[in-house]
């Protein structure tokens, strides 16, 4: 068996005048994500830890903000491509712990919600998908309401 591990950040700018997506779910929120995709920092840090446990580079390399056809494009797509391309070289997520850093809006409630989408998408089980959520104690960026940052970790394994 080949037990690999991998990490993945993403940190997106908020902005008036887009929907706020997270681990796959739309949030209530005054402002959203600004990208060329959906902008779900969460999903972007899981699957650069995926691609980077697989020794396959990140997703800008798969899938670039250059490319039309990613242009406003839902997240969970990208997520499951990025299973399918660990796929052919024999490796399958067993698990993610991630973590969202954001002031607003509180994430508490919808948490179980994304394990279940993020789980769906990946083909695990709900439980070996673990979300956490923490301010920055309104510091830096993420204190100011700028931006949200997502941290992820990812085992994969053939």
Same mark, same amino acid.
């Given at each position: 068996?080949?037990?690999?591990? @991998?990490? @993945?950040?993403?940190?997106?700018?908020?902005? /008036?005048? %887009?929907?706020?997506?997270?681990?796959?779910?739309?949030? /209530?929120?005054?402002?959203?994500?600004?990208?060329? +995709?959906?902008?779900?920092?969460?999903?972007?840090? $899981?699957?650069?830890? !995926?691609?980077?446990?697989?020794?396959?580079?990140? !997703?800008?390399?798969?899938?670039?903000? =250059?490319?039309?056809?990613?242009?406003?494009?839902? +997240?969970? $797509?990208?997520?499951? %491509?990025?299973?399918?391309?660990?796929?052919?070289?024999?490796?399958?997520? /067993?698990?993610?712990?991630?973590? !969202?850093?954001?002031? %607003?809006?509180?994430?508490?409630?919808?948490?179980?919600?994304?394990?279940?989408?993020?789980?769906?998408?990946?083909?695990?089980?709900?439980?070996?998908? +673990? $979300?956490?959520?923490? =301010?920055?104690?309104?510091? @830096?960026?993420?204190? %100011?309401?700028?931006? !949200? +940052?997502?941290?992820?970790?990812?085992?994969?394994?053939?």
């Amino acid at each position: 068996m080949n037990i690999r591990v @991998g990490f @993945g950040f993403d940190v997106h700018r908020l902005t /008036e005048g %887009r929907d706020l997506w997270l681990g796959g779910i739309k949030l /209530e929120h005054s402002k959203g994500l600004l990208g060329h +995709s959906d902008a779900d920092v969460l999903i972007h840090a $899981i699957c650069d830890a !995926i691609l980077g446990a697989a020794n396959m580079r990140d !997703i800008g390399y798969h899938f670039p903000d =250059t490319g039309e056809e990613f242009k406003d494009i839902d +997240s969970k $797509i990208l997520l499951r %491509r990025t299973v399918e391309l660990i796929a052919g070289k024999g490796y399958k997520v /067993e698990n993610v712990d991630a973590t !969202i850093c954001a002031e %607003r809006p509180k994430l508490k409630a919808y948490i179980p919600d994304m394990q279940q989408c993020l789980a769906q998408c990946m083909d695990i089980d709900t439980d070996d998908v +673990s $979300i956490k959520a923490t =301010t920055t104690e309104k510091l @830096g960026f993420t204190g %100011r309401e700028e931006g !949200i +940052s997502a941290y992820a970790t990812v085992l994969i394994c053939r």
